[in-house]
């Protein structure tokens, strides 16, 4: 199988297995809330808290597991892709010791301040951030090992058995119930991984490759950090200038882009691998010309598909579930189009962090976080609503993106590349969007008429198939599909006898 096929075989394997564990984790979500009520849902909320920036102690050590373990493995130097396992493993594991026991040590000391719900739950998560820590780095190795399709199966099975333990446990035992279904569900993924694959773990610890480590991950861990303040700022504007029913109207929109946003994320996981192991086998950025070619130009002709499906569909389907969310629909289709510009960023910023630029991403961040404040502010100022702010949050999208683009094309692309890999990506956009709203003006009322849905549908795929078809054409989509999903047929009788 060539190293293409293998990309996208892996990459179509696990966004699949990762829809499916989105919408398992969506259903476990709805029955938690329902079970837990909204007060002990505020203190899971509140405990959470501590879980989600617990991961930020490892200083962006752990951001190397997707770095220097395919690194080493591509050079062929599989002794230090081992003892950089190791040093990882040992380093993360050490700060979530000592958030725990940050943790207890809180929870006895202030006992008396604390409710009941809480004190509990604060030695509950002692446990929590050891646990989530081993079964996080466990996953986070099946990928850097590109154990792709054993890393899908073991998130859609993970999501299933946490699905269960809390749907039984939370019922029966409410808040306490809950947090032991979480910590039996990461025992369940540490013994299932090491069932499939161990990967023999040896405590060590190097200050010197720990130093380099924390050079490299960083600024990937601060990026990270203002990527998730930037999906925050208009939420916070919103509940602050806006006030609550708009952002709960507003939550839909968010809902809708952040979906789309799994599925370049998710095809990413297995990107960003790859990328650093071609890079080690030649030590030079040229050697990456073509997956970043190829994976932009996927990116271009596949996101108007989804971007397509969820304009027509989600409106028609909206208004017979969610009726009183309607005014949410304007909102959603400007945000949506962003989702266009979030999955294109992706393979330049893998880009960027394999030839050790990552440090550039820190700023163009900073200003994308200061550009979305302004542009939010001067929306809201300017009596435009929640179609203001979403249409704001896309163009900044769309600014950061082509910063980074530019930035990443410099060590790779001549200028007669450079600007014309933009204007064709551009140009996808401007066609996308023209014929999103065309066919809105052309077929009206097809919020209340599924056959008018389809009709817009069928007629996007009809003028966008040059590009599906060209896709097609470059990267072999259909047949690797077909090789891997569809089983061949058995060799004739005679074949056999001879054999």
Known sequence: MTKKNEIIKDASIYLALSIVTQLITLIAGLLTRRFLGPTQMGAWSLLQVILNYSSYSTFGVSESISREVPYYRGKGDLKTADQMKNIIFSFSL????????????????YQSRLSEVMFYGLLFIGGLVILQRISNLSIAFLRGYKLFTLAGKQMVLSSIVNGILVAILSYKFRMYGFMLAMCLSFVFNIICIRCYYSF?????????????????GFPLMITGFLGTLFLSIDKIMIAKFLGLRELGIYSLAILAYTYIGTIPTAVGVVLMPNFHERYGET??????????MKSSLAFSDLMPLLIAGVWFFAPYFSRIILPDFLESIAPMKALILGSYFLALINPFNYFMAVIRKQAFMVPIMLVACGLAFVSNYLAIKGHTGIIGVSIATTIVQFVEFATTYWIASSYIFNRRETIGHFALLFIKFVLLTGLLFALDRLIPGSEQNLWKVLL??????????????????????????????????PPPQEELLEN
């Not at 700060?95 to 000391?109: F, N, Q």
């Not at 023999?200 to 490299?216: E, P, T």
């Not at 003028?463 to 569809?486: A, G, H, Q, R």
């Open 200 to 216: 023999h773990f040896r405590f060590d610890l190097n200050w010197k490759i720990l130093w380099g480590m924390v050079c490299y």
């Open 456 to 489: 817009q549908f069928g007629i996007f795929l009809l003028i966008y198939s040059p590009f599906l078809i060209k896709l097609n054409k470059e990267l072999d989509l259909l047949k690797v599909f077909k090789n891997k999903f569809i089983p061949k047929p």
């Open 283 to 292: 030590e030079k950025a040229d050697a990456l010309k073509g997956y970043l």
């Open 94 to 109: 050490l700060t979530a010791a000592l958030i725990s026991l940050g943790a207890l040590v809180y929870a006895l000391v």
